[in-house]
């Protein structure tokens, strides 16, 4: 399938959002609101519930199922606050011990006067530097759209995987097209020439496992998750915590080092 | 061609934005003078060089490359500069990026958008990165992501602090999920070099954006900034586009993120290497070490 009409499934407005993955995939769900510092953002939603019969801390990007629920939740852009609320959950998961799992799905850390005021580089880069030494297992799922640094910032995770028609990219397909290009038709293009596909990025090894969908019914894929995530965060549980951390590490050393740059 | 809204009175300054006609600056030889973009007064470039490359009239600090600041912060003849040679490929075979690192690398005469390795500040040993913005505006691909690591482990191993000097458009779009890839990695050298009690140290110039103030440049246990320098995670263009309002004059700016809390202090570039040895004494940094700052 050709590049863009990924982009096009991954942004579907009848596409399951991520309350719809907390839906199917936890019981017991209970939000937990608030960066303890200026506000709640409603575009990330945290909390905790049971994955099977393991308590875990749920973080995921929200961007709204219908026009009303769409503005309020900023379309999945979230604020500083936003990643400063997640962060808070994920220590609170390193304090008791829980793994975390962090669902993907926004177009981008939001662009705004308020956005830049409070912060968002810094909270996005302090979220990178601390998940990177969480002593408890993390696995990151790009459901939706991977939009470049708002996403990464709950993507510091021990594997990360992604929905056969999920994108993750540096920047947006436009964006490319209007800075490279100066040239929006060219969408198209860029969008090919990013390799933003679940496909392309496994090539890469960018990810570690790529979540087939049928996408008129998503039951196939929340049951493959909730399997996969249980046994994958037993497995890293079981692991010593300095570990299970250096893995984390050499997880992300491996993109572009010395050994396998040649010229 | 009439354009369709000839005659309609511009609601902001951002629609009238392409009515305004660029001023033409006067010839005068560009290697005997340089206008200040600020103050727009001339100077001699004499003047300017011995000057720090700061307009002696309004103070403004003209974009200046790496080596220039190793040679303002660095003691003569101590810096040794590690991993030199390494440059991009074009892994994802981006089109027109083979073309633009070459271009690149003959604008910058470096291979790379950053420099590293190590020195000596009065006579203090540290390890540094600079980054060049006239490599494709220093933005961050797999080597600069890589030499930022590199230095990191270098001086977590040999227990030295960083001191880093950032310009940067963001992360490399041309080299995709890759670029991304290093702020994730580079954050993970600074946590490393951090736990294990080490200083580090940022002076944020003029532009420092996108990836690289998200994840690097912000991981400073003290954050220092040139005057006037454009700090920010999305561009003042982006966002003027995204909430289709004019920015307040300043937005962005040192001043500004000073005033929100969010960098220690702005230092001018003639006293930058006084308060860099200032802080590197209160941290307890020694004097001495080997000779010449060898490896």
Redesign the interface.
Known sequence: MEAYKRVALARKKTRPTGQDFIDNLFTDFIELHGDRCFGDDPAVICGLGHLMDMPVTVIAQERGQNTKSRVKRNFGSAHPEGYRKALRQMKLAEKFNRPIVCLIDTSGAFCGIGAEERGQGLAIANNLMEMMSLKVPILSVVIGEGGSGGALALGVADEVWMLENAIYSVISPEGCASILWKDASKTKDAANCLKLTAHDLLELQVIDKIISENHRDFKNVYRELKIGLYKCFQKNQALDRDQLINNRYQRFRKYGAIESMTK | MLSKGLFKKPKNELEAQHRIKRKTDPAIPSELCRSCPSCKQLSFTSDLESNFHVCPKCGHHFRINARQRLNMIIDQDTFVEQ?HE??S?NR?G???YDEKLEQAALFSHENEGVIIGTGKIDNRKVALFVMEATFMMGSM???V??KI??IFEYALKHQLPVIGYTVSGG?R?Q???????????T??A???H??AGLLYLTILTDPTT??V???????GDIILAEPEAL????GPR??EQ??R?R??KG??RAEFLLE?G?VDAIVPRSTQKETLTQLLTLHGIPKGGDQNGSI
Request: net charge neutral; hydrophobic share 50%; glycine share 12%.
């Open positions: 991993y390494l440059s490929t994802l981006f089109p027109g691909g797999q080597v992501g890589e690591t590199l992360a779009m080299e995709g999920m890759l670029a991304l890839m290093q702020m994730a990695k954050s993970g600074v946590k490393r951090s736990d996108g990836g103030t998200a994840s690097f440049a912000m991981e700090i920010a995670f999305a982006v966002i995204t909430i309002q920015l307040p937005f962005q929100k969010f």
